[in-house]
């Protein structure tokens, strides 16, 4: 079992930054996936970033590419996801997922463990 823990969300002004972060417990870091997804009032959730294992690779959504940029640190047992440029349209509640196997899919089914979800508001 892995735990997960987001914190960092908040209410911030368009155009204003934000930073998430996600501490996981209950496995070797280093050996699951790292992923942010999240889900506005109404629709389903949608991937936003992934991060490999070793974090040398990631991937983002065409929707926040070049504004988030997702990292982790192995030695302290977390990933963030940092936030600049925000929109009223990031508006969401965002959660942070681990998977044991191999792979960053951007469906929600792969993934093995959940958060609880940290709320983002941006206001215009």
């Known amino acids: 079992q892995v735990q997960l823990v987001e914190s960092g969300g908040g209410l911030v002004q368009a155009g204003g930054s934000l930073k998430l972060s996600c501490v996981a417990s209950?496995?070797?870091?280093?050996?699951?996936?790292m992923a942010w997804f999240r889900q506005a009032p109404g629709k389903e959730r949608e991937f936003e970033a992934t991060?490999?294992?070793?974090?040398?690779?990631?991937n983002y959504a065409d929707s926040v590419k070049g504004r988030f940029t997702i990292s982790r640190d192995n030695a302290k047992n977390t990933v963030d996801l940092q936030m600049n440029s925000l929109k009223p349209e990031d508006t969401a509640v965002y959660y942070c997922?681990?998977?044991?196997?191999?792979?960053?899919?951007?469906?929600?089914?792969?993934?093995?463990?959940w958060g609880q979800g940290t709320q983002v508001t941006v206001s215009s």
């Open positions: 209950g496995r070797t870091f280093s050996s699951i996936a």
């Open positions: 997922a681990a998977r044991e196997n191999f792979g960053l899919p951007t469906s929600t089914s792969p993934w093995d463990y």
């Open positions: 991060i490999s294992r070793s974090g040398t690779t990631t």
